[in-house]
Each structure stands twice: as structure tokens, then as C-alpha cells.
């Protein structure tokens, strides 16, 4: 896989409108931050698009959050406190943040959150959380750096990588957003180590419109279609259907006629009637009085009939069954008789056809739209924050809390030691009691929360969830420790510039 390393303050962009690719090679002896190309070319992003919002946006809807149960750990282990590695710092968000004086925990959620949507290294479709967050060009998306890189495929990149800020049901309310351009930690891209487990994804503009608005088109046009199309049948009158078939010169697919025959039950003696038969049981048979009342009146007929061994065998309707002394495999079959008037009626339709095409518009810049996240780094252990993410996945128990249908929300502050996990090469990540489940990954952590104006500072973005006590119930989410190095890996991600896929 090729990869641009970038040196911590330095910064590699791809020039040109909607470039071909990402080029140019940049190395430091700290090797601080990795990028890598999501859709690196308008071709590229525009077969994602297309991927995802066709058939009324099928796969959105069939994704399912991201949960592989690697993720999903049992204990952690203190470590101690952190070191900071530099001052503490923060970017403020797109838009003035104000303290609100509630005290109430009735939350407003961002707009910026929303889900990301990858197709894994298995080829199945899955999502993730995450959050617009602060950039030069106002094009950026903070989530997780598993979100990005398939860490059970060689560190692989996911495939077709978009986020959709809002989304719920299938509807993409500001807009879908490709991703580009993935900027992560050299550690966690190379070595796969968790205390670097966040990712900063640049976007193109967001397509937005009728993603799969029907278009009435002629037969011809209908038949020589290769995409998603129907037809509806319109009732019509029958002077209507006498003029379409003037027009076309006789009946066409366009305008149909259909004949139905209705029998209505009546009396033996009603004007008209005419006798019926109807298959039945034999119970329903042996049961019906003599006589002549309709309806259930005296037995009509049978007919007994022989069949081959796999017939009997295969044969399912009221009839009979009955092997006979011989070895004969027969059905017999039994009708009532009833009366009936008999009525035909002619229906008159006109078809139209349709074709399902994509009429889409340039929605702008992911930020201008739902505004965008700060970031804070080398904050004091503590820190009172309050996160956000879709969990959709089950408890180690099987109790399925969750839909994954409507964001939620944890409060609280995080642990003031860092934590170890072993298996992710986590020495000090921090922790916050949280009962989410997977698909919650990549949510930020949002400090100096501002519920009036939906605002704060990304000061972590969910990694792991984790069950702390064993209890079959997970508990506890996790993050990376957002220090100096991941200042510089969002500042590179920051400067890059994305562009649109439609003028």
C-alpha cells in the first residue's frame, strides 16, 4: 500500500482540481503522521456515491455498525497518570461557543455528528460514529482510526468511506460526504498501536438532491434502460382507452384492456343461474347435507385419479390420498356444487414507465453546513466531557439495548489514570464509565460542551468498550489520549484542501 508520511508541522497536498491521486513522498526520522487515499479521484468518489445511494440508498440502509468482538475487552489495568508532551492547547469550533446556564440534562445534539459508512476487507457494509470537526477548508471528519484501517486485513484501508452528518433511516438530511484523504498516527498505521487509535478524514463537498428520484419515460426509453426502473398501472376509462387506441393505431402496452368474470353465489332458481363445481375436502364432501340450498348443497362428483409414487408424495391440495390394495398411489377429488350468476366486466388501464436516475447538487462544504467541533489536546486528567455516537450492537449477554436508529449520549469525567489494555498495545489510554455498545466507536469526546450552541472541543474519539468487571455487560469506552502528536496529525489533516464532484 502506498502512503505519504508526512513530518510533524509539515504538510503534503494533492494539487488540482479533484487531483488523480495523492502525490509526492515526505519522511522525518519521527515519522509522526501517515496518509493514506480513500477516494483520491472524482471516478473513485463518484462510484462511491453511487454505491451507497442507489436503490433509495439500500446499502446505508443494510449497513450495521461496525462491532467485531476483537474490540470488545474484558479488563483494563491502571497505568498511572499521563505526561503531556507539550502545553495544553485547543482549535476553536466553527462557530462562537457560550456557556449555557442549564443544569438540566435534557441534551441537544450536535448537528456535526453523524455516521460513517466503509465497506470492510470482508465486503461487508458497516458503520462507524463520528463528528465534523474544525479545518482550514472546513472539510474534516474526526472518528476512529479502526474506522478507517482494517486492522484484521494487514492494516488495509476500508473501502467506499463516506459520512452522513444526521442520519437517520436512510435519509441523508445535509448531504453525503465522500471521504478523500485519511491522516492517522505512523504508529497506529504501521504497528497497529491503540493509544494512537483515532483518524482525521478529509471529504469532498456534499452531494446532496434526489438521489433516486423516478423519471416517466417512453416505452422505448423504459425498455433500453440498464438501471433501477417500474411501471404503474393507471385505471383509465374506457373512452380514454378508445382515444389512446385511436392514437397508436390499436392496443398497445401503453393502454390494455382486461376481462374479468365474476360468479356470484345465488339460488338454484335465480334467473340465469348456472351450476358450479367446487373442489373441497372429503371431510367438507361427507359433511354437506343432500338438497338443493346453495352453498353447501349435495355432493357434486369425485374423480379419482392414479399418480406415480413421487406425485403422491408431492402433492399438496385437498384431495384425498390413498394407496389401495394394489399398491396404487390415488387422489380423489370431491366438489360440491353450488350456483352461481355469472357477470364479466371490462377494466381499462394506461401504463407508465419509469426509470430511477440521480439528480444531484453540490450541498457545499461539510462545516458550512453543520458547522464543526474544536479540538483541545493535552488537557489535565478529569476533564468532564460528554459524548456521542450510534450504538447498535448487543451486550456480551445478548441483551440488545440498542437500535442504532438515533444517536446517544454518555456525561461524565474521564479517569485521571491512563489505562493498559495489552492486546492493543494500549499503555495509556483514557477510560469513562459509558453502557454503550459497539457502533459507538468514533463518537467524540466533547469537552466544554456548550448545549446551546451544540459546540465543544474533541478531546477523544471513542476506541474500545469495554466490560470491567466481567459481568457479561459492557460499561466502560475508552480513547486515545490526545496529546501533542495528535495535534500534529490533525493539524496536516486540518490544511488539506478536498475540493467538489460536482461544480
Known sequence: MKRILIPAGGVVLATGLLAAGLAGTAQAADQTVASDALAANAQKAAETLEFWTKSNNAALKGAVAFSPDSLEVKKIQSSGGYSADTKPGSTAPIGEETKSSSKTQNVNFPKSIGKVFFEGRDGKLYWCSGTSIQSKYRNLVATAGHCVYDIKANQETVSRWVFVPGYYQGKAPWGVYVGKQAFTHYDFDVYEDFDRDYAFVTVYDGIGGSLNKPKQVKKDE?????????????????????????????????????????????GPDYPGAVKALQEVSRDKYLAAPSGKTNGSKAPGATVTEFVTESEYKAYKGPGYQKIDSAGNFTITHYFLKYWVKESSSVQYFRTEFFVVVHEVKSVGKLGDNVGGQGFAWNQAPGQTVRTFGYPQGTHP???????????????????????????????????????????????????????????????????????????????????????????????????????????
Not at 467524540?444 to 459546540?455: D, E, F, G, I
Not at 471513542?462 to 486515545?480: E, G, P
Open 222 to 266: 423504459y425498455d433500453a434502460y440498464k438501471g433501477e426502473k417500474f411501471t404503474k398501472d393507471i385505471p383509465i376509462s374506457a373512452a380514454d382507452y378508445e382515444k389512446c387506441k385511436d392514437y397508436h393505431g390499436g392496443e398497445t402496452p401503453d393502454c390494455w384492456a382486461k376481462a374479468n368474470v365474476s360468479k356470484d353465489l345465488v
Open 397 to 503: 449477554d445478548g441483551n440488545k439495548a440498542y437500535t442504532g436508529v438515533t444517536p446517544k449520549w454518555c456525561y461524565g469525567k474521564t479517569s485521571k489514570n491512563s489505562y493498559k489494555i495489552a492486546q492493543y498495545r494500549v499503555e495509556e489510554q483514557v477510560a469513562l464509565k459509558c453502557a454503550v455498545t459497539g457502533g459507538y466507536a468514533g463518537g467524540p469526546w466533547l469537552a466544554k460542551y456548550s448545549n446551546a450552541k451544540r459546540l465543544g472541543y474533541v478531546n477523544g474519539v471513542t476506541s474500545l468498550i469495554v466490560d470491567s468487571d466481567d459481568n457479561k455487560r459492557y460499561d466502560t469506552i475508552t480513547s486515545a489520549y490526545f496529546d501533542g502528536e495528535a495535534n500534529t496529525v490533525y493539524k496536516a489533516a486540518a490544511a488539506a484542501w478536498s475540493g467538489k464532484l460536482i461544480p
